[in-house]
């Protein structure tokens, strides 16, 4: 059984500052990774989608990256903004189209 | 991306009363949807993986004649929470796949039970 761990738990930065935000999986055959943010009370947005063949993806400030032999994904905001505080959150489906099995997510703060 | 929408975005019902959650996936088909629910400051719980003209499969612990889900076309999957009690108060969130097998969600509904 998929198990994803997210660590840390809580991050509060500087605005403007750079971070990182890590993902760890125990079973390496993924078909995907996928990393959300989640604000109070919202549903959750997708944010970047690895496949299992890809290594990493990158969407304006956002970079996520995949090391399937590992077991881990790693997403790094750069220059950081109060808007990005959220929870941020990945997971990865145990087959194509699948259920997927989340992490408890990152609560990031962003200080102006 | 793609869009799914949820309705209603909340409801307040009394207890013993049946509430229906649609999730509809706006620009694109699935064949499979899931629901999950989410309390206050955890993650999310997958309750059920919703199958178009078949039986949704339930996940361990989940009352199937509690939670009854519907998935009768390719864009619309229902969930109706069956005489509902105040445990049962919750964020109730659907998401689908698309072709690339990227997930999206619903913006959640959140069911509060008097």
């Known amino acids: 059984k998929q198990e994803v761990t997210q660590i840390p738990a809580a991050l509060s930065v500087p605005e403007g500052e750079n971070l990182v935000l890590n993902c760890s999986f125990t079973?390496?055959?993924?078909?995907?990774l996928q990393w959300f943010r989640q604000d109070p009370g919202k549903g959750l947005t997708s944010l970047l989608l690895?496949?299992?063949?890809?290594r990493e993806q990158t969407s304006g400030r956002l970079n996520a990256s995949l090391d399937k032999s590992s077991g881990r994904s790693t997403l790094y905001i750069a220059a950081s903004q109060p808007g990005d505080s959220a929870t941020y959150l990945c997971?990865?489906?145990?087959?194509?189209?699948?259920?997927?099995?989340f992490g408890d997510g990152t609560t990031l703060t962003v200080k102006p | 991306g793609a869009v799914v929408s949820q309705h209603p975005s909340r409801v307040i019902c009394k207890s013993g009363t049946s509430v229906k959650i649609e999730c509809r996936s706006l620009d694109f088909q699935a064949t499979t949807m899931f629901w999950y629910r989410q309390f206050p400051k955890q993650s999310l719980m997958l309750m059920a993986t919703?199958?178009?003209?078949?039986?949704?499969?339930?996940e361990q612990g989940v009352e199937k004649d509690k939670f009854l889900i519907n998935h009768a076309s390719l864009t619309l999957s229902t969930l109706t929470v069956t005489s509902a009690h105040p445990e049962d108060s919750s964020f109730y969130i659907c998401s689908a796949p698309d072709v690339y097998n990227e997930q999206f969600f619903g913006p959640g509904t959140r069911l509060t039970v008097l």
């Open positions: 919703s199958n178009e003209g078949s039986k949704a499969t339930y």
């Open positions: 690895i496949q299992s063949s890809q």
């Open positions: 079973d390496s055959a993924i078909y995907n």
């Open positions: 997971s990865s489906p145990n087959t194509n189209a699948g259920k997927s099995t």
